[in-house]
């Protein structure tokens, strides 16, 4: 016991909330300039939607994406890795797969997706 305590007292703990998409985007904008901006956009959504769904009532995940996790994409962006390649990295390891297109995975991947450029348009012609 301690040893808990003595290892707790190593540590400050502070209570924050959490960032809207609108000051993750300023955070990683201030934190890599040289980023795409709408790429950065796109991860401060992912985090701001993945979050917003694990406080639900019935949340389908068990928690969001982190803003820690969110400078990580960004740095990998940065690198010139794809938004796919650093979800892959980043995102989809914090999910579990069990329960194939009704796990936590399948949803959070379906998250992203909406946020990953595959080269068509959208555009009606």
């Known amino acids: 016991r301690q ?16 960032l809207s ?21 796109n991860v401060a959504k992912i985090a701001f939607m993945t979050r917003s769904e694990s406080m639900t009532e019935n949340p389908r995940i068990s928690g969001g994406v982190s803003t820690r996790t969110s400078v990580e994409i960004a740095g990998l962006l940065f690198d010139g890795f794809t938004l ?10 914090q999910y579990d797969a069990d329960g194939g297109v009704d ?3 399948t949803f959070v991947k379906q998250i992203v997706q909406k946020f990953i450029d595959d080269g068509s348009s959208d555009d009606l012609v």
């Open 3 to 18: 040893l808990d305590k003595a290892l707790m007292d190593r540590f400050v703990v502070i209570e924050m909330d959490t």
């Open 103 to 105: 796990s936590e995975r």
């Open 21 to 41: 998409d609108e000051e993750e985007h300023g955070l990683l904008t201030y934190l890599y300039p040289t980023v795409d901006s709408d790429m950065l956009n």
């Open 84 to 93: 796919e390649e650093s979800a892959d990295i980043t995102i989809y390891p």
